[in-house]
């Protein structure tokens, strides 16, 4: 039976003292060390190689800031944990969490150390001017830090027990810590069921490093991700079957003018030796201090160490990866690292200072931090309007699609580009479901059925043109406060797109004349008594009235003023909308009032898009309906969302209203939301350019790939830079899908960055945003015989999970049934 030997783990500390109220950790030798929680700067996928060559500026900074006799130790600490959310008792949003409940993902936790040393061999003496020159230098990189967006945090003495504990314990997801005994060996470390295992980046007996270098590498591995930059060390993000992994980067600034004599006198020593091995070595040496002295460089120690801990049974695997990884960076890892032990305590923060001389390998500053990790993940936003969807690897996160205040959007306008099938109807949908969760009025015009189960699920209102019902409404009747300059430029365009058609425009008399008329009309109704002097004042504000009222007012206006106006040809075209006529209910009968306090209304007009007269005057129509509704409800968000009915209203005749509605949303907590799926629409439209693109600081693209040929028009139009485009030819391309339900992509830029997010949903919701006809019949069955759209996909899912049906075959079923499946108990 094989024994072994019982040591106690001795702590490398004497204990956290405080200094001006914040924690200093003390080394056994009176070494002392601030430690730092950081984010790192480079967003993974950020397709921007500027952010790395910041960052190693930023750094390059910090070390010159400290100087001699500091040690600078980089941790970023990636673990795998478990998604929780909170708790919410709203269905769908209940469905959506449960769908990721306990799905794993990746956490990346960075810290930052910077150890002051003690003279090696001297004891230490309290001195009040070091550890003063040592704050200082503390408060500068603080403000090196924050000022790069780093949002760095100073570590408190509980922080700092609590950080060294997770070390020890290799568990940085678990709230209570338990620690066990460690069994060192040469090839790793064993805590119970786990193993820990270090790998040395560099053999400090070889130095096996490529001949050069970055700041970042690029992907090569795919056509769509080739010349991508990445971080160096990116492969952290895909070691398989891990538990945690420590990063361990570690720098020591030595004094440097010992440091260059050392470095002469060693070149002196190989140069007298007539060798190749030696040349070679005085080679290394010169260029080393052309680089010192040309570049004004820092010499420093370095070291770099993954600290890998997994199952005992999966350790070998997650190794094998990371130097296979490693390997193909052109660095041979260490297969001497012997001192197992050793080089975890070296991973205890502030203990860099046990590692030997072996363990070090001299280089410049500027080299040693393209070693250093760069990147960091997507994390919820700090905000109170919160919209979720996945990040690349899977997992919710929260961004604000409107009031984010870091200065990246002027207005909440968004315009959306899909082409069919890339799931532009899945990502709408997920955007209003959770807009309705706020206090938000949202109006769609649609044109395909794009919204009815959401409509229907928070019992909206749903009205869809038919000639046996008409949409109606009367936007002429005003209150004499709602009169101003915006509603009769509304009403202007109105008359105009009656009388020319979308496509026509209005000569400068023309406009003059019915901006005249429309002023006048008013004028006499709201300012004039009623009676026999005022016989042409109008009895009721609707279109018949106004319409016999232009037309004598024409008649006196050409009459008198001698303007050339065809009003034969104005009051043939108008005479249809009169009351009796082809279109006389469209535009005289009562608004419906419940439009305005109704929070969910979708106007399907899927039937009208074909006709060119009725379709542009039932969506600007609808439009100012929205207006007016933006205008009573103060005390909460809008959202209008104009799917393909934009077309309808992007002439030149309605630019100046279109650019009216932009501003004006602005100014009452609003939005519009433009969508569309033809890349024909937008190129070379100039109404889209000059009115809506330029009033959108969103812009919300789906799969591009079938544009990518010709995306040269499409980026110029969009402003999208080169970065820009890298990160959207990335949608759909990444192998992110395992383990995950169906999924797209989504890239929103908002201002002039975007991010690339997944639309991700449960089978519920899902089944509330189909757009495929037998899936919407099959629902709308359940819904008719369960009530509500809530009751109905809760049975709906019940009975397919039951069936051990798919969902394809189980909708086949229902819709040849009739009915649901099975049916329910009498």
């Given at each position: 039976?094989?024994?072994?030997?019982?040591?106690?783990?001795?702590?490398?500390?004497?204990?956290?003292?405080?200094?001006?109220?914040?924690?200093?950790?003390?080394?056994?030798?009176?070494?002392?060390?601030?430690?730092?929680?950081?984010?790192?700067?480079?967003?993974?996928?950020?397709?921007?190689?500027?952010?790395?060559?910041?960052?190693?500026?930023?750094?390059?900074?910090?070390?010159?800031?400290?100087?001699?006799?500091?040690?600078?130790?980089?941790?970023?600490?990636?673990?795998?944990?478990?998604?929780?959310?909170?708790?919410?008792?709203?269905?769908?949003?209940?469905?959506?969490?449960?769908?990721?409940?306990?799905?794993?993902?990746?956490?990346?936790?960075?810290?930052?150390?910077?150890?002051?040393?003690?003279?090696?061999?001297?004891?230490?003496?309290?001195?009040?001017?070091?550890?003063?020159?040592?704050?200082?230098?503390?408060?500068?990189?603080?403000?090196?830090?924050?000022?790069?967006?780093?949002?760095?945090?100073?570590?408190?003495?509980?922080?700092?027990?609590?950080?060294?504990?997770?070390?020890?314990?290799?568990?940085?997801?678990?709230?209570?810590?338990?620690?066990?005994?460690?069994?060192?060996?040469?090839?790793?470390?064993?805590?119970?069921?786990?193993?820990?295992?270090?790998?040395?980046?560099?053999?400090?007996?070889?130095?096996?490093?490529?001949?050069?270098?970055?700041?970042?590498?690029?992907?090569?591995?795919?056509?769509?991700?080739?010349?991508?930059?990445?971080?160096?060390?990116?492969?952290?993000?895909?070691?398989?079957?891990?538990?945690?992994?420590?990063?361990?980067?570690?720098?020591?600034?030595?004094?440097?003018?010992?440091?260059?004599?050392?470095?002469?006198?060693?070149?002196?020593?190989?140069?007298?030796?007539?060798?190749?091995?030696?040349?070679?070595?005085?080679?290394?040496?010169?260029?080393?201090?052309?680089?010192?002295?040309?570049?004004?460089?820092?010499?420093?120690?370095?070291?770099?160490?993954?600290?890998?801990?997994?199952?005992?049974?999966?350790?070998?695997?997650?190794?094998?990866?990371?130097?296979?990884?490693?390997?193909?960076?052109?660095?041979?890892?260490?297969?001497?690292?012997?001192?197992?032990?050793?080089?975890?305590?070296?991973?205890?923060?502030?203990?860099?200072?046990?590692?030997?001389?072996?363990?070090?390998?001299?280089?410049?500053?500027?080299?040693?931090?393209?070693?250093?990790?760069?990147?960091?993940?997507?994390?919820?936003?700090?905000?109170?309007?919160?919209?979720?969807?996945?990040?690349?690897?899977?997992?919710?996160?929260?961004?604000?699609?409107?009031?984010?205040?870091?200065?990246?959007?002027?207005?909440?306008?968004?315009f959306a580009l899909g082409p069919s099938g890339s799931g532009k109807s899945f990502f709408m949908n997920a955007?209003?479901?959770?807009?309705?969760?706020?206090?938000?009025?949202?109006?769609?015009?649609?044109?395909?059925?794009?919204?009815?189960?959401?409509?229907?699920?928070?019992?909206?209102?749903?009205?869809?043109?038919?000639?046996?019902?008409?949409?109606?409404?009367?936007?002429?009747?005003?209150?004499?406060?709602?009169?101003?300059?915006?509603?009769?430029?509304?009403?202007?365009?109105?008359?105009?797109?009656?009388?020319?058609?979308?496509?026509?425009?209005?000569?400068?008399?023309?406009?003059?004349?019915?901006?005249?008329?429309?002023?006048?009309?008013?004028?006499?109704?709201?300012?004039?008594?009623?009676?026999?002097?005022?016989?042409?004042?109008?009895?009721?504000?609707?279109?018949?009235?106004?319409?016999?009222?232009?037309?004598?007012?024409?008649?006196?206006?050409?009459?008198?003023?001698?303007?050339?106006?065809?009003?034969?040809?104005?009051?043939?075209?108008?005479?249809?909308?009169?009351?009796?006529q082809e279109f006389g209910t469209l535009l005289n009968e009562a608004t419906d009032q419940s439009l305005f306090?109704?929070?969910?209304?979708?106007?399907?007009?899927?039937?009208?898009?074909?006709?060119?007269?009725?379709?542009?005057?039932?969506?600007?129509?609808?439009?100012?309906?929205?207006?007016?509704?933006?205008?009573?409800?103060?005390?909460?968000?809008?959202?209008?969302?104009?799917?393909?009915?934009?077309?309808?209203?992007?002439?030149?005749?309605?630019?100046?209203?279109?650019?009216?509605?932009?501003?004006?949303?602005?100014?009452?907590?609003?939005?519009?939301?433009?969508?569309?799926?033809?890349?024909?629409?937008?190129?070379?439209?100039?109404?889209?350019?000059?009115?809506?693109?330029?009033?959108?600081d969103t812009i919300c693209l789906l799969d591009q790939s079938k544009f990518q040929e010709n995306y040269d028009?499409?980026?110029?139009?969009?402003?999208?830079?080169?970065?820009?485009?890298?990160?959207?030819?990335?949608?759909?391309?990444?192998?992110?899908?395992?383990?995950?339900?169906?999924?797209?992509?989504?890239?929103?830029?908002?201002?002039?960055?975007?991010?690339?997010?997944?639309?991700?949903?449960?089978?519920?919701?899902?089944?509330?945003?189909?757009?495929?006809?037998?899936?919407?019949?099959?629902?709308?069955?359940?819904?008719?015989?369960?009530?509500?759209?809530?009751?109905?996909?809760?049975?709906?899912?019940?009975?397919?999970?039951?069936?051990?049906?798919?969902?394809?075959?189980?909708?086949?079923?229902?819709?040849?049934?009739?009915?649901?499946?099975?049916?329910?108990?009498?």
């Amino acid at each position: 039976m094989q024994t072994h030997r019982k040591t106690a783990f001795k702590m490398p500390y004497t204990g956290i003292d405080e200094d001006n109220g914040e924690a200093l950790l003390y080394g056994e030798r009176g070494d002392f060390s601030a430690v730092f929680h950081i984010r790192n700067p480079v967003m993974q996928y950020g397709a921007d190689p500027e952010p790395y060559n910041a960052y190693h500026s930023l750094l390059l900074n910090l070390i010159k800031i400290l100087g001699e006799g500091h040690i600078i130790q980089k941790q970023d600490v990636f673990s795998r944990n478990s998604y929780q959310d909170g708790t919410t008792t709203e269905f769908l949003q209940q469905k959506y969490n449960e769908h990721f409940h306990g799905r794993e993902y990746t956490q990346i936790e960075t810290y930052l150390t910077i150890t002051r040393q003690v003279k090696k061999g001297a004891f230490y003496v309290y001195e009040p001017r070091v550890l003063l020159d040592f704050r200082q230098n503390i408060d500068k990189v603080y403000d090196l830090l924050w000022g790069a967006g780093m949002q760095p945090r100073r570590l408190n003495e509980r922080e700092i027990r609590h950080y060294v504990s997770r070390i020890l314990g290799m568990d940085f997801t678990s709230a209570q810590i338990a620690l066990e005994n460690v069994m060192a060996g040469d090839r790793q470390l064993g805590m119970g069921d786990r193993a820990v295992r270090s790998i040395s980046l560099i053999n400090t007996d070889t130095i096996d490093l490529p001949e050069t270098v970055g700041t970042y590498t690029c992907k090569q591995d795919s056509r769509n991700l080739r010349d991508f930059p990445v971080d160096n060390l990116s492969f952290l993000h895909h070691v398989p079957d891990y538990r945690c992994i420590i990063y361990n980067q570690l720098i020591e600034i030595p004094g440097q003018q010992l440091t260059l004599n050392k470095l002469e006198l060693k070149r002196k020593r190989h140069s007298g030796v007539p060798d190749p091995a030696n040349l070679i070595c005085v080679e290394d040496i010169d260029q080393l201090l052309v680089d010192v002295a040309r570049e004004n460089q820092l010499l420093v120690h370095a070291h770099f160490n993954i600290v890998l801990c997994a199952q005992n049974d999966k350790i070998g695997k997650a190794a094998n990866f990371i130097e296979a990884s490693l390997f193909q960076q052109g660095i041979i890892p260490s297969r001497n690292a012997y001192n197992q032990l050793e080089l975890f305590r070296a991973a205890l923060p502030g203990n860099g200072i046990e590692l030997k001389k072996y363990d070090w390998f001299l280089t410049t500053s500027d080299a040693a931090i393209c070693l250093l990790f760069k990147e960091s993940m997507q994390t919820d936003e700090k905000s109170d309007f919160l919209i979720r969807f996945t990040d690349r690897q899977g997992i919710p996160v929260g961004i604000d699609p409107a009031d984010l205040t870091t200065g990246r959007l002027n207005n909440r306008s968004k315009f959306a580009l899909g082409p069919s099938g890339s799931g532009k109807s899945f990502f709408m949908n997920a955007l209003v479901e959770q807009y309705c969760l706020y206090n938000m009025d949202v109006v769609i015009v649609d044109t395909g059925d794009s919204y009815q189960g959401l409509c229907s699920y928070y019992g909206g209102k749903y009205i869809t043109y038919t000639e046996e019902k008409p949409i109606s409404m009367n936007p002429f009747a005003l209150s004499k406060k709602e009169f101003n300059l915006e509603k009769k430029d509304f009403l202007k365009t109105l008359v105009a797109l009656l009388w020319k058609g979308a496509e026509g425009q209005l000569t400068q008399i023309e406009d003059t004349v019915i901006s005249n008329v429309i002023s006048s009309y008013y004028y006499e109704f709201f300012w004039l008594d009623p009676g026999p002097q005022n016989p042409q004042r109008p009895e009721k504000l609707k279109f018949d009235s106004f319409y016999a009222y232009s037309v004598d007012k024409i008649r006196e206006i050409r009459e008198t003023e001698k303007v050339p106006f065809d009003l034969d040809e104005y009051r043939y075209v108008l005479s249809k909308f009169h009351t009796g006529q082809e279109f006389g209910t469209l535009l005289n009968e009562a608004t419906d009032q419940s439009l305005f306090s109704a929070p969910f209304i979708v106007f399907e007009i899927d039937n009208l898009k074909e006709n060119r007269t009725l379709f542009p005057i039932v969506t600007l129509s609808i439009m100012d309906v929205f207006l007016q509704k933006m205008r009573h409800r103060k005390d909460r968000r809008k959202a209008l969302i104009i799917e393909e009915a934009w077309k309808a209203i992007a002439s030149p005749l309605m630019a100046g209203y279109i650019l009216y509605l932009y501003k004006t949303v602005r100014k009452f907590w609003g939005e519009v939301i433009v969508v569309t799926q033809e890349l024909g629409d937008i190129l070379g439209n100039a109404i889209v350019k000059d009115s809506i693109l330029a009033n959108s600081d969103t812009i919300c693209l789906l799969d591009q790939s079938k544009f990518q040929e010709n995306y040269d028009a499409i980026a110029k139009l969009l402003s999208i830079t080169d970065t820009e485009r890298r990160k959207i030819f990335t949608i759909n391309q990444l192998e992110n899908k395992d383990g995950r339900g169906r999924f797209k992509e989504v890239y929103i830029r908002r201002g002039t960055t975007g991010e690339v997010y997944g639309v991700e949903v449960s089978i519920f919701q899902y089944l509330t945003y189909t757009t495929e006809k037998p899936e919407k019949n099959a629902v709308l069955t359940y819904v008719r015989i369960y009530g509500s759209y809530q009751k109905a996909l809760e049975a709906f899912v019940a009975d397919m999970e039951r069936s051990g049906l798919g969902l394809g075959g189980f909708v086949a079923k229902v819709n040849q049934a009739g009915e649901p499946l099975p049916a329910p108990a009498q």
